[in-house]
């Protein structure tokens, strides 16, 4: 029975099955053994990398313990099998037909079974080998059944070498079965894995770091001895061969032209000394491959496309050292599978990245407008102090006549107006920039809007307007800023009054809501907003269509600061208005977190 060397024996990282596969491997080798009438059977299966590996050993329980899980070579074997003589499935080696070199070649290799050697030609010896091949519909080696130690120590003849080949049919189609359904599940994990690497956050946020990180999953996962992952878009496109085929631009730009092909087909090329499987475009360069990968030392090469919907991306590059065993069709299936979750990988980290680069420049512009806005007010607010001054000055002077003083009242009429168009920017200024975050705290509605009542009672009886404060009046806290619930307080009630007539009422009150939730409830029977205009009301210096609200000054600020303070608060602005009819506003602060909820 084969075993490798002992000091080159080792117990392989990713050991081949799961344990239900090896004990299905288990219980077929107990099963041939029973058929063929022989006491010890063994099963290796081929590793990528041109290894064998144990996978089952019964009847020889003390050598099953060491040996199972460790590697040897593939290479070794068929210099072995070469000295027999084949038989349909079976290769049979009789020790009269090994070389004095080969049994020096296999000195160590092999397990020599302790039985007696007799001169009798017919009796087993213990260098005897019969092996089965197990190879699958392209002809490729996949496993291989060892035989040995007969139950009557007798070698079969020829007659019964055929029988055993036809006896082992069974066992041996169901080991193929068994070693490509394991296959089939190994590429599947490897797949979910590469889907759980694409799902990480770094992964979702980064190209570089999710190329890096796949490179690392894959090439263990895969069984490949080297693996390249080439992206379109980055500048890096002409960069080091990671291969080693040093490729020349010319053979560079046909693989990158094989690449868009496949992706088009939906298939893999795999390139091998002397041929290129699946792209005759490429095949062209066939000589070249060949020299590049003998001085690589690669047995192949297979290239799957990268890609999401219809946009090719990029390629994924998988090859094996010389010795390894050819690529399976469904290695080639589970390639191209993996090119579409890196695809959509890479798709998705690639839009995260573009988001935080435009969110960043927003940022940038963000705070260079706020930035702006307060140069300005502040560069404006010195020389408009300065004309108001000499405007009061001159209306006051003995030395003014009356055409110089209704020039120095217009004077203080449009520097109060600027002045106040500067007060709310300022404001607007503060309330939208995000580096200043709202003092919150505990704040009563009811007192501040008693307060703002208060300050507007004279404005508002000046206009013929009427403030009622309705509604439950007992204690309503919110959190937030009291500066900035304020100023939204205050701006409401200023803009009912503005647009009110002689005569309105304006009813403001705190309003409980189901959630847990308080709102504030201003209610005018001023001249109403139409629906077009209700559209761009949050627009900063925007006015209104209607020519009644136009004669009533205003800067256009007021709903724009209000809506920001309440989303500052995690809150919300409403408007209910019918042209000629009223207008009510609500504000919607968030209920407490006592109660809960989250929000309106």
């Known amino acids: 029975m084969e075993q490798a060397r002992t000091e080159e024996r080792r117990t392989r990282d990713l050991s081949w099955g799961d344990a239900r596969a090896r004990a299905l491997m288990h219980d077929l080798a107990r099963d041939a053994a029973r058929r063929a009438g022989f006491d010890v059977c063994a099963i290796e299966v081929v590793r990528p990398q041109g290894l064998l590996e144990f996978v ?19 290479v070794d074997m068929q210099l072995v099998f070469a000295q027999g003589v084949r038989l349909g499935h079976l290769v049979w080696i009789s020790a009269d037909s090994l070389s004095e070199e080969v049994r020096e070649s296999i000195d160590g290799v092999v397990v020599v079974p302790e039985i007696p050697v007799t001169d009798c030609p017919d009796t087993w010896h213990p260098f005897d080998m019969l092996v089965a091949e197990i190879t699958d519909e392209r002809g490729d080696l996949r496993a291989l059944l060892y035989l040995d130690v007969p139950t009557d120590l007798r070698r079969p003849g020829v007659a019964r070498l055929l029988e055993l080949g ?58 490949v001895d080297e693996l390249e992952i080439r992206v379109f878009f980055r500048d890096d496109r002409e960069g080091p061969d990671v291969l080693g085929l040093d490729t020349v631009p010319e053979v560079r730009s046909a693989l990158d032209a094989a690449a868009a092909r496949a992706w088009a087909a939906q298939r893999v090329t795999i390139i091998e000394p002397g041929q290129v499987w699946g792209d005759a475009a490429l095949a062209a360069h066939t000589g070249w491959f060949t020299d590049a990968l003998g001085l690589a030392r690669l047995e192949a090469v297979v290239v799957a496309p990268v890609g999401v919907d219809d946009e090719l991306l990029g390629m994924l590059m998988c090859a094996r050292r010389t010795g390894s065993r050819r690529w399976t069709d469904s290695e080639g299936h589970a390639a191209l599978e993996l090119g579409h979750d890196l695809g959509r990988a890479i798709a998705n980290a690639r839009a995260t990245q573009r988001e935080r680069r435009l969110l960043e420049e927003l940022r940038g512009v963000e705070g260079a407008r706020h930035r702006f806005l307060r140069e300005l007010t502040h560069e404006i607010n010195n020389p408009m102090t300065v004309i108001a001054a000499n405007a009061e000055f001159l209306l006051e002077s003995e030395d003014a006549d009356a055409q110089d003083r209704r020039r120095a009242q217009a004077i203080l009429r449009g520097s109060e107006r600027l002045g106040q168009l500067l007060e709310g920017l300022a404001m607007l200024t503060r309330v939208s920039d995000p580096q200043h975050r709202p003092a919150m705290q505990h704040v009563d509605l009811v007192p501040v809007v008693e307060e703002t009542v208060a300050a507007m009672t004279a404005v508002a009886e000046r206009s013929g307007v009427t403030l009622q404060l309705v509604g439950d009046l007992s204690e309503a806290v919110v959190l937030g800023d009291p500066r900035e619930i304020a100023s939204a307080v205050s701006n409401l009630v200023d803009n009912a009054v503005k647009y009110s007539d002689p005569g309105d009422e304006v009813w403001l009150g705190i309003e409980r809501r189901a959630d847990g939730g308080l709102s504030f409830s201003c209610r005018d029977e001023g001249i109403g907003i139409s629906e077009a205009d209700q559209a761009d009301l949050f627009s900063p210096l925007f006015r209104s269509t209607n020519e009644e609200a136009l004669m009533r000054p205003g800067t256009g600020l007021g709903l724009g600061i209000v809506r920001e303070i309440m989303q500052r608060h995690g809150g919300r602005i409403e408007i209910e208005s019918v042209l000629g009819r009223g207008t009510r506003v609500r504000l919607h602060f968030r209920p407490l977190a006592h109660h809960g909820a989250a929000g309106p």
């Open 166 to 223: 036809d006896d082992l049919e069974v066992v041996l189609r169901s080991i193929l079965a068994v070693v490509e359904r394991e296959e089939y599940a190994d590429h599947m994990r490897v797949i979910r894995a590469t889907r759980r690497l694409a799902r990480s956050n770094t992964a979702r946020h980064d190209v570089n770091h999710l190329l890096r990180e796949a490179r690392s999953t894959l090439l263990g996962a895969l069984s």
């Open 56 to 74: 089952a050993i019964v009847g020889d329980e003390p050598n099953a313990e060491e040996r199972l899980g460790t590697a040897s070579s593939l």
